[in-house]
């Protein structure tokens, strides 16, 4: 055997990180250069996911090559933290916001509701949004300081991860209460005439 397993594991982690570094680059990259007046909510998401991409990298490869950070016992926590709730949560929030608006617009319409359907931005309120992206970015910023401090941080956290996925789920159970009222309307209206 030319090579050792230990080579090939650290190689396809580097191409891995790297990669994923690459593509959060890109994506703030083609972000900064958008025509868009203002940003929405799902852009938020998706600047602050990879923001957390690029420090979990940046954190994976700083415990690769510097042994003090690597012998530091809660680095792969960080890059955990960092990954799947700073980075895939944030991106799945963004998503759902973008998601579900569409679906309730696309099923209105296709009851035939045509004048009935609401504009997607009209179907969950942006300063909801917005606020719960915020609360979103708070928890994930007192998650990443627990991993230094979790006596004094791991509640704060927790009690913020809660309230930003309760808020989560209020705003899209909004989304589909303006569905069901609508639909309602264009039933009423079609028993009608």
């Known amino acids: 055997v030319l ?7 650290i190689v396809a982690a580097l191409a891995m990180v790297g990669l994923a570094g690459l593509f ?8 900064r250069r958008s025509k868009r007046p203002r940003f929405d909510t799902n852009q938020y998401c998706w600047r602050g996911a990879m923001a957390c991409v690029l420090a979990a990298a940046a ?3 700083g415990a690769m ?9 809660g680095w ?3 890059c955990g ?5 700073g980075g895939f949560v944030s991106v799945i929030t963004g998503m759902l916001y973008k998601i579900v608006p569409f679906l309730v617009w696309l099923h209105l319409q296709n009851l035939g509701g045509v004048r009935m359907a609401p504009n997607m931005k009209k179907v969950i309120d942006e300063r909801n949004m917005h606020y719960q992206m915020l609360t979103h970015f708070v928890a994930v910023i007192l998650l990443t300081a627990a991993v230094f401090l979790p006596a004094e ?6 009690i913020a991860v809660m309230v930003s996925q309760a808020w989560l789920g209020w705003n899209l159970w909004s989304g589909v209460r303006v569905f069901c009222d609508h639909r309602e309307r264009i039933v009423k209206k079609s028993v009608n005439s």
């Open 3 to 9: 090579v050792g397993l230990d080579t090939v594991y």
């Open 153 to 158: 941080l791991a509640v704060p956290a927790g």
């Open 24 to 31: 959060a680059g890109i994506t703030l990259a083609l972000q």
């Open 81 to 85: 933290v960092l990954l799947m709730f």
């Open 59 to 61: 954190i994976w490869l």
């Open 76 to 78: 792969p926590i960080l």
């Open 65 to 73: 090559v510097i042994p003090v950070a690597g012998d530091w016992v």
